[in-house]
Every structure is written in C-alpha cells, then in structure tokens.
C-alpha cells in the first residue's frame, strides 16, 4: 500500500498512454499502417487502458481472457473481471490484418488515437456473450444491442495510446494516479466510492452520508462515458453535483471526480466491474444499492450486491458496502429504509423516475423529501433549454 491506500488490481497500474517526446516518431510510424476507425464505446476504453484505470489490463481483450472472462468473470490468470474489454471488426476489416502486424486506431475525424498490436484475431459467439453477462439475449437490451451490431471479428492485443480525446469536465478528469494523490494530500486511507450516472437525490445522499461515517471520505464519481440517449445529459447532471456538494456536504471530506468509461448497462457484473475500477483510483469501498447498473426488468433489485458473494473477498480487495432501499417516512420525519423503518409504504416518499420527469417538466419542485431544492431547479432549467447531449 502506497501511502496507506488499497493496491491496484493486480499489483500496480497499467498505464498505456506514451510519453510526449515518444509522439511524432510513432505518428509518423501510423502513417504506413492500415488505419481503423473506431467508435465512441472503443474510444472510451482507449482513455481508461491509458490512465491505468482498466489495471491490470494493457489492451484489447485476446482468446483466453475473453472467454475466461465471459464464461467465469475471471480472466486466465485467475484474477477477478467481469466485462470483456474487446475491439470488434468486420469480417472485410480482419482479412487485411495480420496476427503479429500493428494497426492505427483512429477517431471519426482519422486522428490517430493509438497503436494496437494485433496478438490475435478471433471469432466469437454474441449470443454466448449476450446471455453470459447481460443475462439476457434480447436486443432491446441497450448492452446486447451493441454486441449484436459490431463486428464479426475481434482483435486482442496491447496498445500504445498516442492521444486522448478532447476532455470535457477538465477540472474533476483526475486519473488514478492522480485521484491517489488528492486522497493522500488529505490524508485519507479508508475512501468510499460512490458510481452514478443519474442526479444525486436524498436517497442517494442518505446512504452516502451513511457510508461516511465509517470511512475517511467519499469519492463521488460520475459516469460520463457514453449512456443511453434518454439519461440526463452529463453537463446537467455535473451541475446538479456541484450544487448538493455546495450547500449539503462538508467540503473537506469529500472529492468530486469524473469516471470516462461507457457504460455496458451490465447489472450485476457491472457491479464488480464497477467496483474493480475504483479499487485502481484508491478507493477501499465502493457503494452498492439497489438495482446497480441495471435497466429495464432484466435484473433482480439486488442481484448486484448478491453476485460479489461469487468472488473471493481478498481477490477483490475492495469493500462492498451494500444498502437497501432508502425513502423519507412521514413518521419517522426522517429518510430511512426497510432495515429501519417499521411504518408501511403509505407512509412512505418514493418517485418514479417518471413521476419525477413529469413534476420538472411542468416545472413542479418535487418535494424536499426527495430531492434537495437546488438539485430540482438545475434539472428543471435543463428541461427547459432545447435538447442537447453533454
């Protein structure tokens, strides 16, 4: 432990992304290589493989690793991972690559992102896939949507990341070297992480004060990587942060950061990938609650928190802290849970998530038992500016 904070997993972060001074040598080396386009999922994985965050991966996925992966959450050597991390091409694409040969993987615009050295190309089974992490093989599912569209053909290999996309959210992108280095300035060594991709509202803020009282500080970590198109926009989503941090948390015990990974929509074994990626920034707990990762009805509500009892605890080395469903009660005149709360739900202030659109959409305040005023005016002055993505 590096000033008193957990190991990466594996043993020490993989950082890809080269030096400066190595850059024009191997931008002009791409030139004469065959260029791939790849997409946003891809580009995504790119950023996370170069800070280190996917430790202790140093590429895309080859043969054993993404069936050892797909079929025991494992990779081949025995250590704990439950998303495959893949690069999928076109039959056409695969034929004018070699195994042993590189290739430039590049942006939409042809901007050279990095340099994979194709190790192996091999054929899969999407529907083993689908069914091994989504749980599911219907295409509906926004996860298996994308395994079902991409290629036929994936390359396994290391890359050597030349350059990132353009950073949004500049000021919380910390890596995890340099999240690490806020934790050890504060002196923290116990950090709770907190993963969202939905505004923070009193449930959320109950049992992430909870989870403070038992640790050093809280990591509030963000996804925003790609997510589904009717997910709150990113940049409304940071404002709404920023306002609850401001009014409601004690600065000093508290770090907001940015998360750049897609998300896979994966449920449970989201959970522990999710979990996995904030032992590599630091954190030694990572908050699990209800329906973690999920979407739609393919996921049991607590299937997240069930699946880390699969996993040998030290192997995983971070802390699951699991949390039921929290609400405010009328009688209780506090926020509470079933583990908690004796009152029925009739006494209960649970929202949809429907419910809740429909209150900001006519500009309604929900009640202040659900979500901090501050947080439902951000979002009801995003629902009232035209559509944009963050």
């Known amino acids: 432990m590096a000033n008193g904070l957990i190991t990466p997993h594996g043993g020490e972060l993989q950082i890809t992304l080269i030096k400066e001074s190595e850059r024009a040598a191997l931008v002009e080396h791409a030139q004469g290589l065959v260029q791939l386009e790849i997409g946003s999922r891809q580009l995504a994985d790119l950023e996370m493989l170069a800070i280190g965050a996917y430790s202790p991966l140093r590429g895309f996925m080859t043969r054993a690793d993404y069936l050892s992966v797909v079929n025991t959450m494992h990779l081949s050597n025995g250590l704990p991972w439950s998303i495959p991390i893949t690069l999928a091409v076109t039959n056409e694409q695969a034929a004018e690559i070699q195994e042993g040969s590189e290739v430039a993987l590049v942006n939409a615009e042809g901007v050279?992102?990095?340099?994979?050295?194709?190790?192996?190309?091999?054929?899969?089974?999407?529907?083993?896939?689908?069914?091994?992490?989504?749980?599911?093989?219907d295409e509906a599912h926004p996860g298996v949507h994308v395994v079902y569209q991409q290629g036929d053909v994936l390359l396994g290999g290391p890359v050597r990341v030349v350059a990132l996309q353009p950073q949004t959210f500049e000021q919380y992108r910390y890596t995890p070297q340099q999240a690490r280095a806020q934790f050890a300035s504060r002196g923290w060594q116990k950090i709770v992480?907190?993963?969202?991709?939905?505004?923070?509202?009193?449930?959320h803020e109950y049992i992430q004060k909870c989870a403070m009282e038992t640790v050093d500080g809280l990591y509030l970590h963000p996804l925003v990587g790609n997510t589904k198109g009717d997910d709150i926009?990113?940049?409304?989503?940071?404002?709404?942060?920023?306002?609850?941090?401001?009014?409601?948390?004690?600065?000093?015990?508290?770090?907001?950061?940015?998360?750049?990974?897609?998300?896979?929509?994966?449920?449970?074994?989201?959970?522990?990938?999710?979990?996995?990626?904030?032992?590599?920034?630091?954190?030694?707990?990572?908050?699990?609650?209800?329906?973690?990762?999920?979407?739609?009805?393919?996921?049991?509500?607590?299937?997240?928190?069930?699946?880390?009892?699969?996993?040998?605890?030290?192997?995983?080395?971070i802390t699951p802290m699991f949390f039921d469903h929290t609400f405010y009660c009328k009688v209780c005149d506090a926020m509470a849970s079933r583990k908690t709360c004796p009152h029925g739900s009739d006494k209960h202030i649970i929202l949809s998530g429907t419910k809740v659109r429909q209150m900001l959409q006519a500009g309604e305040v929900p009640p202040r038992e659900f979500s901090r005023p501050e947080v439902a005016s951000v979002l009801i002055d995003a629902m009232r500016q035209p559509v944009s993505q963050a």
């Not at 192996?120 to 599911?136: I, M, N, P, S």
């Open 233 to 317: 926009p990113a940049d409304v989503r940071m404002r709404c942060y920023e306002v609850l941090l401001e009014n409601y948390y004690p600065q000093e015990r508290v770090l907001l950061g940015v998360l750049p990974a897609a998300m896979r929509y994966a449920g449970p074994r989201e959970a522990i990938f999710h979990a996995l990626l904030r032992k590599n920034y630091g954190c030694s707990h990572f908050i699990v609650g209800r329906d973690h990762a999920g979407v739609g009805n393919y996921y049991g509500t607590y299937d997240a928190q069930h699946i880390f009892a699969e996993f040998d605890a030290a192997a995983l080395g």
């Open 193 to 203: 992480a907190f993963q969202t991709r939905n505004p923070v509202h009193r449930a």
């Open 112 to 137: 050279l992102q990095a340099i994979l050295l194709v190790q192996e190309k091999f054929g899969y089974d999407k529907t083993l896939e689908a069914r091994q992490v989504y749980r599911t093989e």
